[in-house]
Every structure is written in structure tokens, then in C-alpha cells.
């Protein structure tokens, strides 16, 4: 009787490591999918850093239509599939000296697609959320 006992408190003792194991892949698992947009951009939103490769500070986070002044050098689409208003129509301004430059540009979203260097000097004044590029 007492073998039997010891079997079954090992048993249970087995599975619950292994619930714990898989819980603990299962959150590290999610850990490094997050990882692999953009630092600090939340789901659903539109942000522009100060860096290039979304790196350094966010300057500007949207999660609908904008319009201003930000300076930045990256951009991430962090949005959701939702046909009609998925993608990002950003325009932006590239200073060299005293010259300016208007640029647009479709962003789609997610990640890899949706990560974007604009370049240094360039000050964001509109983004639009949108269908279809």
C-alpha cells in the first residue's frame, strides 16, 4: 500500500512540474513574440521613435487618424488585420539644410512589414489610418 503511494505522490508530483514547465514556455514563448515588434508601440497603434530600427524613445503614439508636428527617424504600424483600416498613409517632411522634402508613404502592419525608417531630420505631419495600399 504504502509503494502505491509513494507511485501516485510521484505521479502527481511529475505532473505538476510539467504544467509548470509548459506554463513557463508557454509565457516565454510569448515573451519573445512581443519581442519582435517594436519596444513599447502597443497593439492597434501607430508610433514614430526617435531612432532608427524602432530603437530609442517613442515621440509620437496614434491609434487613429493624426495630424502635428513630431520629429522622428522610425516608424511602427503595430495595427491589427481590420480590412479598411489596417494600414497607415504617413507623410512626412526630410530637412537637408534649409530644403524640405514632402514624402508618403502606405505602411502595412505588423511586423517586419510594418517597420519603417524614415530617416534623420524628418518631422511626421500626418498619418492616416486606411485600406489597401
Known sequence: MR??????????????AALGCGALLAASGTASGASAAAAGCPKEYFCLYD???????????????????????SVFNNGVHSPGRDHVQVTWYKYQGDTARKYTKCVHYGSPEGKTNLGSGSNVTKVVWRGEC
Open 3 to 16: 509503494t502505491s503511494n509513494l507511485k501516485s505522490s510521484v505521479t502527481a508530483a511529475a505532473a505538476v
Open 51 to 73: 531612432g532608427g530600427d524602432q530603437s530609442g524613445r517613442i515621440v509620437m503614439k496614434t491609434k487613429g487618424n493624426w495630424t502635428g508636428d513630431a520629429w522622428g527617424t
